[in-house]
């Protein structure tokens, strides 16, 4: 018995020292992370949480999932780069993204004017090569951000409308069309970058209840981890009666009409 009771402490103390270890581990890089990202921005940030994404044998990238310290709202991803046997670690973000989607939301809600009464938005921008953002600190040139980053970004918008008491196809896509002419001929981006603006359909009882930051965020946090979508319910589902997403390629051309969205819509 006493035997027994020896090796179960023996492995429960080999066991909380190999967690111990991860711990200290992790931290350590959590730390670097950290004090990357205070450098080269000047504020704080909190860690969520890190998973490993290896591009083949040579290249190992730690994806750290994390967001300032005053706004959980605005995840970003940072990655651990070590390539090969080299020592030498490097740190890629996409954190500029956040920076620039006050930009973005301030321009449509410009565009919208007096028809934003029963339309609302919320964006965010993805960005397929973290490296290309290096050069973006805490103060960006929204232009030359649209001009830099055309090939490597896209302009992600939400809009939540209100479709009153009855859903009328017809009137709606008059509606989406509208919005995507003016986005694109008011000059949202003066250079090209792709552009999707996603549409959520409300009856006038859940408008205010539907929040397009909250499905932003929901989309943004979902794209840097799957797994995220499956612990966190989606709230906003119940208030949407039809969604439908249309898309310029270069932002600065659309060609759909309106009897090609209404064959689209659902």
């Not at 402490?9 to 730390?31: E, F, N, Q, R, T």
């Not at 605005?74 to 651990?80: C, D, L």
């Not at 670690?89 to 007096?114: F, H, Q």
């Not at 939540?160 to 709606?172: I, L, P």
Request: glycine residues 4%; charged residues 25%.
């Amino acid at each position: 018995m006493k035997k027994g009771k020896i090796l179960s402490a023996i492995l429960i103390a080999l066991v909380a020292a190999v967690l111990g270890g991860c711990s200290v581990k992790s931290s350590a890089k959590d730390d670097k992370a950290l004090s990357y990202l205070k450098k080269k921005y000047g504020m704080q940030f909190v860690i969520d949480g890190y998973y490993n994404s290896n591009d083949g044998k040579e290249v190992e990238r730690s994806k750290i999932i994390t967001h300032p310290t005053n706004n959980k709202s605005k995840p970003f991803i940072v990655e651990r780069v070590k390539i090969g046997t080299d020592t030498k670690i490097t740190y890629e973000d996409d954190y500029s993204c956040r920076l620039i989607e006050p930009m973005v939301d301030k321009k449509v809600k410009n565009i919208l004017g007096n028809d934003s009464s029963n339309i609302k938005c919320a964006s965010y921008v993805s960005a397929e090569d973290y490296q290309n953002l290096d050069d973006y600190t805490s103060k960006i040139d929204y232009d030359a951000f649209i001009k830099d980053q055309g090939n490597n970004s896209t302009i992600n918008i939400i809009a939540v409308v209100n479709h009153g008491d009855n859903f009328d196809k017809n009137t709606e896509a008059q509606k989406v069309y509208s919005f995507m002419k003016k986005i694109v001929d008011t000059k949202l981006v003066k250079t090209h970058m792709h552009i999707e603006v996603s549409f959520y359909f409300v009856k006038s009882q859940y408008y205010n209840k539907t929040n397009p930051q909250a499905i932003a965020y929901r989309y943004n946090r979902s794209m840097m981890d799957s797994e995220w979508l499956n612990k966190n319910e989606n709230t906003t589902k119940n208030y949407v009666d039809h969604s439908f997403t249309l898309r310029s390629e270069d932002g600065l051309s659309y060609n759909q009409d309106i009897n090609e969205i209404m064959k689209n819509m659902h």
